[in-house]
């Protein structure tokens, strides 16, 4: 790789470090909303499936290897959902920072393309 090769691809780290340092939280797992019966046989939920109370949000993840569930709040949950998306993004440019990595390393040998969902 010629130094002009080099430097754009250490250019390109600099922007992706930049973006890394925007993200500010990060979360994994999987929110779910629930709605639900209460069990009263007079109360609408019983019979009309849009009567049904909630949303209730649960995030579920792993820590230390067990899946841990939690209720969350409305507020929780969009703070996650954004958190949950950003982990997404850390991880595309993490992918990225690597790809340009191995730029610099190999020189001008082949790369391999990189291969990203979505």
Known sequence: MSNSDDDK?????????RRIAEIDLVCTGTLLDRTKVCGKPSCRCATDEAARHGPYYEWNRWLDGRLHHRA???????????????????????????????????????????????
């Open 9 to 17: 691809a250490r250019s390109r780290i600099v922007v992706i470090k």
């Open 72 to 118: 969350v709040v409305p507020a929780q949950a969009r703070l996650i959902t954004r958190s949950m998306k950003d982990y997404q993004r850390l991880l595309a440019l993490l992918a990225d920072w690597e790809h340009e990595s191995a730029r610099i390393v190999l020189g001008t040998q082949r790369l391999t393309p990189r291969h990203r969902k979505g």
